[in-house]
């Protein structure tokens, strides 16, 4: 009789037995386990296939001017993605899908069938609600919805170059967006959602994390002086044929820019055929030789010597000076062979100014150049600020100490030339310089005495108000105070200025009762009706100085008597308001 082969090993089946045994009490334990001891993780297993969280998006916070009208708002667009590879099995859909969109049918399909194996693919960005949903009704597979924001510019054009604009992530890519995006940036928040594995929402859970909107922010300018500012700005620059222009409206108590606009400009609510050069935000990022109107400043440090005092006169014939190899020149024929230090203004003498800076020397002009903000860094932290450049010379020769004090060997932009002349009007303090609103007075700096101030204002306003001053700059009603300029355009690439290429200038406040605004104007290139700051930048001037004061309320400080108001206006004679 034959013996069963296991009995001839017993040992064998009790190790298969054994390790049976091992097996089923090892599932056993992990069934335990997951059920009883480690719940989580199948749990979590679960929600991974069937509970999401998706984002909740979270608007950017709300730019205005200063008065509370929005320049900057984020309203809500719906964004279509779709699942490439879910949509294969719906091709039959896809002409209507197409003409949903607005797209090429051609087109679209070629685009599907090419990333076809992916699953995340953006058909369009930024539709309205109504046309996001209009798409998603056709209930096309594989194609889905995201809600989010798009920025939207009520103002346009007129407060491009300050507001600036964000990219289609709703990032800050210009101007106040880039330099406040963290500021104005909002934090998503998280919603809990069931969906089954096609990514399809079954149900809407509760909302895990709230969104937290961007934080507001109040700029200092005043929407009525953008309008004002750009709309004259704009007219000159048609007027004169010009290539460009930048225009700054200042606070000189409280440091606020009250309104700041370039030429050319551009829409930000569509950029498509967006050209660069429209971007630029000229008041901050061009710099210039800023010509005659730095004979103010100059004429300030002399006065602030001791050595100068209106009345003290400089021989200015036969209107040339030889230094070296150069020759200075007066542009134009002065009312006599000596002038005094007003006159020099008015007349605009660079052999006069000439003289008085070689009695004080470059490095008193030097110093209170820095001290007023020229050549130096703003500090508004403005992307693509330029610093431009304020020369200092361990000797101060006659070449450089002439062409310094007649506003030539310096670059400044018009911000820092408007910051300048806002010393010159708040009676010598220079308030730190502002894109943001403030409630309080800040806090000043006496960088000029008072008296050399208010001994300056009074020049300035002869240099508008006299039979030979600037009387284009005049405003109606208000007593005002300024100086024009002219400066030549340096050559790009080669050294020396470029033939028949100049900007024109016109730096100036009021009213002089109790000077209040500042305002700077620069035309770059005009080409037609001439190229003296005093022609062409002057009139802009008179005309923005006299809204701004009537927009602001300020009482006027030059009505005309009953007497003088019967009377017949004359025109002076030697009236020559074209020097820069």
Known sequence: ??????????????????????????????????????RDFLKGQGDARSLRHIPIPAHRGLITDRNGEPLAVSTPVTTLWANAKEMQSAKEKWPALAAALGQNPKALSERLEAQANKEFIYLVRGLTPEQGQAVLDLKVPGVYGIEEFRRFYPAGEVTAHMVGFTDIDDHGREGVELAY??????????????????????????????????????????????????????????????????????????GEILAMVNQPTYNPNNRRNLQPAMMRNRAMIDVFEPGSTMKAISMSAAIETGRWKPSDTVE?????????????????????????????????????????????????????????????????????????????????????????????????????????????????????????????????????????????????????????????????????????????????????????????????????????????????????AGYFGGLVSAPVFSRVMSGTLRLMNVTPDNLPTT??????????????????
């Open 1 to 38: 009789m034959m013996k069963l082969e296991g009995a001839m090993f017993p040992w064998r089946f009790r190790l298969m037995v054994a390790l049976l045994g091992l097996m089923v009490a090892a599932i056993c334990w992990r069934i335990i386990d997951l059920q009883v001891v480690d």
């Open 181 to 254: 995006d963290e500021w104005l940036a909002g934090v998503p928040g998280k919603r809990q959602v069931i969906k089954d594995r096609r990514g399809r929402l079954i149900k809407d859970v509760q909302v895990t994390k709230n969104a937290k909107a961007g934080k507001p922010l109040a700029l200092s300018i005043d929407l009525r002086l953008q309008y004002l500012a750009n709309r004259e700005l704009r007219n000159a620059i048609i007027e004169n044929g010009a290539k460009a222009g930048s225009l700054v409206i200042m606070d000189v108590k409280t």
């Open 563 to 580: 007497q003088q108001a019967n009377a017949t206006p004359v025109v002076p004679l030697k009236a020559n308001g074209g020097r820069g």
């Open 316 to 528: 200015v014939y036969p209107g040339s000076l030889q230094i070296g190899k150069y020759t200075i020149k007066d542009v134009s024929k002065t009312e006599g062979p000596v002038l005094d230090l007003t006159g020099i203004l008015i007349n605009s003498s660079n052999v006069g100014m000439s003289k008085v800076a070689f009695d004080i020397g470059g490095e008193t002009i030097f110093r209170l150049a820095q001290k007023v903000g020229l050549g130096q860094d703003t500090g508004l932290g403005f992307p693509g600020e330029r610093v431009g450049n304020l020369p200092n010379y361990r000797e101060w020769r006659k070449a450089e100490t002439a062409t310094l004090s007649y506003g030539y060997g310096i670059s400044v932009t018009a911000i820092q030339l408007v910051h300048a002349f806002s010393a010159l009007a708040n009676n010598g303090r220079l308030a730190p310089l502002t894109l943001i609103k403030t409630d309080k007075m800040p806090q000043t700096t006496q960088v000029l005495p008072e008296a050399v101030a208010k001994t300056m204002q009074g020049m300035l306003q002869q240099v508008i108000e006299a039979p030979r001053g600037v009387f284009r700059a005049q405003v109606p009603a208000y007593h005002v105070g300024g100086k024009s300029g002219t400066a030549r355009k340096t050559s790009v690439g080669t050294k020396g200025y470029a033939e028949n290429s100049y900007r024109s200038l016109f730096a100036g406040f009021g009213p002089m009762s109790d000077p209040r605004y500042a305002i700077v104007v620069v035309i770059d290139e005009p080409t037609k």
